[in-house]
């Protein structure tokens, strides 16, 4: 024992953990494999059956115990693969990752070769098969079905896709020789059987090759020249890991081998060939599935080759830095997991594709989110809308020229063999002649001319040939051309570039690539990030009280990091900043205060520390140029002298103190191995006493970091709770599979979806009301109308997610459209069933604020429709979207979908057990959660949609009791909202409600009214108008409570109404109240009456309110301009809605204006603004003015300029509509400052105004102007509908 643990001892430091070997248990004999799913119509040879790790050493490592389970899965992830002589039978090589609880990260590399069967129970087990196969399927139909069922799953357990193309004819030919079967008297019979070595860290190149050695050594014609133990007690317990920055050199069966470890403030180790990504999916693809990952969508990778999957999934979360994927991470997804594709979660998974199914026959559970990667066929299928990433053309052109320079396409499409042709940029030009020279001389550098390179590597490639060369060389028949070949490469082994073999420069190559490609990724996230510091919020005084808060605080000022950011980078980033990996770096930061830094973390942040002393960013700190990486040449040498000048070399392979005779070498046969000097390594090893005490100091030191500091559980408790999903199901548990942990699974997946709906809501409602908050004048707004529609965007997809969980039979791409279709269809028939129409909601009652608006059926169904018949858009993802977001605006989110699912025959038609949606308390919840939306506004889908065709309804209300409800002149409106106006539409006669269908308004803002003035009656008391959107259902109401007509009231044929939206009443449905402050209103019945009749009505706001008010209109003006563009809303609002500008001026010039006189008409301000016009232009004619100083004379010709064009426009605005206009026009051009003095100047004023009145206090003119004078910062720009028909 005490020997097991000295071995073990080590292990933290060891290159390798464990050597495992797994395949065919002769003992318990053929197990089929059911949970592959197999189907026994197929051939015999092509079924799967049960693999058995058959040895592994050591018995356990203390910090990284064996799960064998887990690692006989992934060595063989289709089970046992068995072939005859006829097939191919190539060796085959791929790598696997294993993730723990707490994230950390064990790889597997295995080399899987075919072994001859050699017991006669198999031999006859499989026969007895055939028999039973050839009688259930009669000879006659024999070549039909096998063909069909080997082409629909084809279990060849690694023919990888290469392997395919390379021989389809040779195999499938022999098989209908011989019938398509086996025959114990005529075939031999191959099983496939599994070597791998399972290491800390990603050494795959290393790994790789000491596996091929291994497997050279067994079928080689001679003996190893030590026994096959000593090489593997070597590489388990004798070499060690390279040293941060060092490289290390240790010896395989044939050819030392060669490894290098990155230095502390170096980009992490990734030794997965980069290039051969690039290779297999093309710049372009790779950018956007890169884009998708960091936006953590759900990513399914999809090739025959299970290395293929595994390269392609760690390439992409290499390019992370300094970000880690935080979600479930399976590059290869056992045959016995697909269940585990309906994770509602976001995964990274790889799926081995069938060798002739296509990608249609797929069925996968959810796809409205799903990134699919084709990688055989080097293909992409992306989610709907997503963002690009920021400066995607430039950065796609920096990679390319860094691929070009290595030789690789960057469209990608073949990846490259591994050949030795290739030859590296270096460095040093001298150096580069020389590679040219060699380049010239053939025969070095292993740049053999293709036909010889293919003989070669069938040659190493293959055992029967290598038999073939040992037995000619027995008998002595040289095979020249074979050995000539084979000096010249072993004469470029020795006499090439410093003695570097041809796999060793190709590795070197590999590493470069690797590494320039990396820094190219690195470099875009250091200059994004560049001040991601300064928008860390540190809150809490110590660690443990920050996780003990940590869901209640905010870690990162988001809004001003975003308003910090070039605009075109918005779209990606505000969706990148919400993702859990960005929410882990930022936690990370937080918490490097207490403890030693995240390594990745130091990594990043010494960079930035390092752009910051350079200064590079200073002059590009908010600009969207690109900037190129500037350190490739720098990292690419790092690695070249680390490779070219091995630090240190580790023990040569010895003989071992074994029993004699045990083991002997059987060719072709892997042995073995003496399990007692394998199980422990060596208790005086100089290396692992010396390192192992530094390297436990280190782990101690490391581990008393990560944990001692802290109460354990609480750290654990903090890690499950901060990731949504906890880091347990980062990769699903690979050993125990019984419906019960299956169940547990799906559990903690309900849990999680409720969890994070929990959060989006809270999140969506804190954004929301913060920005309100501010509008009532609280505090900071922190959320902008990308945040906003990022947010929305999100909550889309967990529906999505919770919609597609446990589906019975997938329809469609989205989840949740294709169950709104279900009870579209049972809807219907039960309305033609009972032929009248049946609301599927409750009635809307008429409530006041609708007065003489029909009430709007509350429908699903009726939701439904308007999205259907929506052309722009053209998927099902695109219309369940649109309805989330159209009944997130009606405030019915929550009703539509308890609606929904009260059918619940067919809930349960669609869903498992399992579901969440059968989860009734976490429904109940959940739907509670979303209920909670309906406290604020949105007009998520009206801003969206913005080119849609809405039909509208329109409803005058006139006052009945003062006028006679019809006119018989002509009335006409015109509606305009945010995004464009209907036009004039006249309104029918006698007809008082019209509904019009027209572009999509946006938000309403104003509606202009008026007649033509024919007939008897051409008198109309107005009280307001109505308009509502029939989509949405918001109802916008227009309030008027004036006379249109000539010789009442101001004599206005026509007047510009300003919009509010009309708040539901609560007793209407209290579940839908709004808790957003109503619109500014257009001024009201009350108010205009009282400013035209002051004296009658008794009301006058004192001059301090007027000033007040004032103040607040213009304060409201430079608010609007300091909101982001695409929120302000509408400026007509504030200038004259009840409380804008227009409205607090003409207050200020009421005051103390002699209006109402005795037997007289009433008087308007505007009678005072034409008076003193014509008085300044008689006197401007009589010469008056000519003595005045220029500017002065200037602001007269202005003023009056502008009142006579407002005088002559063909529009019948009245008068106090002219007033509006002059004030509007004289606010956009920056006048009004300076005609106010003009009309303080006037004589008219004495006669017109009392002494006490506002207009004639020179003081507080002087005030006003100055407050006036705030306003020419601001760009003011006039809705059409106010300045119609000016001519300036």
């Known amino acids: 024992m005490s020997g097991s643990t000295a071995g073990s001892g080590a292990a933290p430091c ?7 070997i797994c395949g065919i248990d002769t003992e318990t004999g053929l197990e089929p494999d059911e949970l592959s799913g197999e189907n026994f119509e197929q051939s015999p040879l092509k079924r799967t059956f049960k693999s058995k790790v058959l040895a592994h050493f050591p018995e356990t490592v203390e910090w990284n115990p064996f799960d064998q389970d887990a690692v006989n899965m992934l060595c063989m992830p289709k089970g046992l693969s068995f072939r005859t002589q006829a097939e191919s039978r190539a060796p085959q ?19 899987t070769f075919y072994e001859e069967v050699t017991s006669p129970q198999i031999c006859s087990a499989m026969q007895t098969l055939y028999q039973m196969h050839n009688a259930a399927n009669p000879p006659s139909s024999t070549t039909t079905s096998s063909s069909s069922s080997s082409s629909s799953s084809s279990m060849d357990s690694l023919a990888s896709s290469m392997d395919e193309a390379d021989s389809p004819s040779s195999a499938s030919s022999s098989r209908a020789a011989s019938g398509g079967g086996y025959d114990a008297s005529r075939d031999t019979l191959y099983v496939s059987k599994a070597l791998c070595l399972i290491t800390p860290m990603p050494f795959m190149h290393a790994c790789r090759r000491f596996l091929s050695q291994l497997h050279r050594a067994v079928t080689a014609s001679a003996a190893p020249p030590l026994p096959l133990e000593s090489y593997v007690y070597n590489v388990l317990y004798e070499v060690p890991q390279p ?16 490894c290098q470890r990155p230095g502390p403030l170096e980009l992490p180790l990734a030794d997965f060939p980069l290039g051969e990504t690039f290779c297999l999916l093309g710049a372009e693809n790779l950018v956007q599935l890169f884009t998708c990952t960091l936006l953590e969508m759900q990513i399914l990778l999809y090739s025959q080759d299970y290395q293929r999957l595994m390269t392609v999934a760690e390439g992409i979360t290499t390019l992370l830095f300094p970000f880690q994927w935080q979600h479930v991470y399976v590059p290869i997804l056992p045959a016995s997991l697909l269940h585990f594709l309906d994770a509602p979660v976001p995964y990274l998974m790889g799926l081995q594709s069938k060798e002739g199914t296509d990608r249609s026959k797929l069925e996968l559970p959810q796809e409205a989110n799903l990134c699919f990667v084709d990688i055989d066929n080097h293909c992409i299928e992306l989610p709907e809308d997503f963002p690009q990433f920021p400066n995607k053309p430039e950065f796609i052109q920096e990679l390319t020229e860094v691929l070009r320079r290595y030789g690789l396409s960057p469209q990608g499409g073949a990846p490259r063999r591994p050949s030795s042709t290739t030859t590296t940029p270096t460095s040093t030009p001298g150096r580069e002649r020389k590679v040219l020279r060699e380049l010239e001389d053939d025969g070095r550098n292993g740049n053999l001319g293709g036909e010889d390179l293919a003989v070669l590597e069938l040659l190493q490639g293959n055992a029967t040939l290598e038999r073939l060369q040992a037995l000619t060389k027995r008998t002595g028949v040289t095979v020249a051309r074979v050995d000539a070949l084979r000096a010249g490469v072993k004469g470029q082994g020795s006499e090439g570039q410093g003695g570097r073999t041809a796999v060793e420069d190709e590795e070197l190559r590999n590493a470069k690539l690797n590494v320039q490609l990396r820094e190219v990724f690195a470099g875009r996230f250091t200059t994004m990030f560049a001040d991601y510091e300064a928008f860390v919020i540190q809150s809490a005084t110590d660690l443990e009280s920050w996780l003990t808060n940590r869901e209640q605080m905010h870690n990162f000022d988001k809004a001003s990091f975003l308003s910090d950011q070039p605009e075109p980078y918005l779209p990606f980033l505000s969706h990148f900043i919400e993702t859990q990996m960005f929410a882990t770096f ?27 002393l350079y200064n590079v960013r200073a002059p590009h700190l908010r600009s969207s140029n690109y900037q190129r990486c500037s350190i490739l040449k720098e990292s690419a040498q790092a690695i070249e002298q680390r490779l070219m000048k091995i630090d240190h070399t580790a023990i040569h392979p010895h003989l071992l103190d074994m029993k004699i005779g045990q083991g002997k070498y059987e060719q072709g046969f892997f042995p073995k191995l003496q399990a007692d000097v394998l199980a422990a390594g060596p208790t005086n090893n100089k290396w692992s006493n010396r390192t192992a005490t530094t390297q436990r100091r280190k782990d101690h030191y490391r581990q008393k970091a990560e944990h001692l500091t802290l109460d354990n559980d609480l750290k654990e408790k903090y890690m499950q709770e901060a990731r949504s999903l906890g880091k347990n199901l980062r990769q699903p548990k690979l050993s125990d599979l019984s419906p019960a942990v299956i169940a547990q699974t799906n559990w903690k997946f309900v849990e999680g979806l409720l969890k994070e709906c929990r959060m989006k809501t809270k999140r969506m409602l804190v954004a929301k009301m913060g920005r309100e908050a501010v509008e009532l004048g609280h505090g900071e707004a922190n959320i902008t109308g990308l945040e906003e529609n990022t947010l929305i965007a999100s909550l889309c997809d967990l529906l999505e997610r919770i919609w597609s969980h446990g589906l019975q039979v997938k329809q469609g791409k989205s989840a949740l459209w294709s169950h709104l279709l279900h009870y579209q269809a049972r809807e219907e028939k039960l309305e033609q069933q009972v032929e009248s129409p049946v609301s599927s909601g409750p009635e809307r009652r008429k409530s006041e604020s609708s007065i003489g608006m029909p009430s709007l059926r509350v429908s699903v169904l009726q939701d439904m429709r308007h999205i259907q018949s929506m052309g722009e858009i053209k998927t099902e993802v695109g219309r369940a979207r649109a309805w989330i977001r159209l009944s997130l605006e009606k405030k019915l989110l929550s009703q539509h979908l308890k609606q929904l699912l009260s059918r619940q025959a067919l809930t349960k038609k669609l869903y498992k057990r399992y579901a969440f949606l059968r989860c009734e308390e976490e429904k109940e919840q959940f739907l509670f959660h979303l209920l909670s939306l309906n406290a604020v506004d949105y007009y998520c889908f009206t801003s969206v949609f913005t080119t849609i065709m809405i039909p509208y309804r329109a409803v005058i209300i006139p006052i009945k009791k003062l006028s006679n409800a019809m006119t018989t002149s002509n009335p006409w409106v015109c509606v305009s909202g ?15 409600e019209m509904t019009f269908d027209c572009q999509n308004l946006g938000k309403l803002t104003t509606a202009q009214i008026g007649h033509d003035n024919s007939g008897l009656l051409a008198k109309w008391l107005v009280d307001c108008v109505m308009v509502r959107n029939e989509i949405t259902g918001h109802t916008y109401k227009f309030p008027c409570g004036r006379w249109l007509g000539k010789g009442v009231d101001d004599g206005s044929l026509e007047r510009v109404l300003i919009g509010e939206l009309a708040v539901p009443n609560a007793d209407e449905d209290a579940g839908r109240g709004c808790g957003t402050p109503p619109l500014q209103r257009s001024p009201s019945q009350a108010r205009r009456i009282s400013i035209t009749s002051m004296a009658s009505r008794g009301y006058k706001p004192t001059s301090a309110q007027i000033q007040e008010a004032i103040g607040e209109a213009v304060n409201n003006i430079i608010k609007h301009f300091h909101k982001p563009e695409k929120e302000r809303g509408s400026l007509t609002i504030l200038l004259c809605g ?37 008085y300044m232009e008689s006197a401007d004619q009589m010469g008056d003015l000519q003595e005045t100083v ?3 004379g200037m602001n007269c010709q202005s003023l009056c300029r502008y009142v006579n064009a407002i005088n002559s426009t063909p529009r019948n605005i009245g008068k106090d509509g002219k007033f509006q206009m002059l004030v509007c026009l004289g606010a956009r051009d920056r006048l009004l400052p300076q005609w106010l003095p003009l009309m303080v100047e006037c004589p008219v004023i004495l006669r017109m105004y009392e002494d006490t009145a506002l207009l004639r206090d020179r003081t507080t003119v002087n005030a006003l102007i100055d407050v006036l004078e705030t306003l020419h910062d601001f760009p003011i720009t006039l809705e059409t509908s106010i300045v119609k028909g000016i001519e300036l």
């Open 14 to 20: 060891r290159f390798a953990h464990y050597f495992v």
């Open 93 to 111: 090589f791929h790598s696997f990752i294993i993730t723990r609880e707490d994230g950390s990260r064990t790889y597997g590399f295995v080399h």
């Open 243 to 258: 040293p941060p920055g060092r490289s290390l050199k240790f010896h395989g069966v044939y050819e030392p081998i060669a």
């Open 586 to 612: 930022i936690d990370n930061k937080i918490m490097s205060q207490w403890e030693e830094k995240e390594p990745l973390l130091r990594v990043f942040d010494s960079r930035v520390e390092k752009a910051r």
């Open 978 to 992: 945010e995004l464009g106006d209907s036009g004039v539409m006249q309104i029918p006669k006698n007809v008082l």
């Open 1138 to 1174: 009840e409380s804008g500008l227009v409205g607090a001026l003409e207050q200020f010039f009421h005051n103390g204006f002699k209006s109402a006189r005795l037997f007289q008409k009433t008087v308007f301000v505007w009678d005072f603004v034409e008076k003193a016009v014509a």
């Open 1190 to 1192: 220029e500017p002065l």
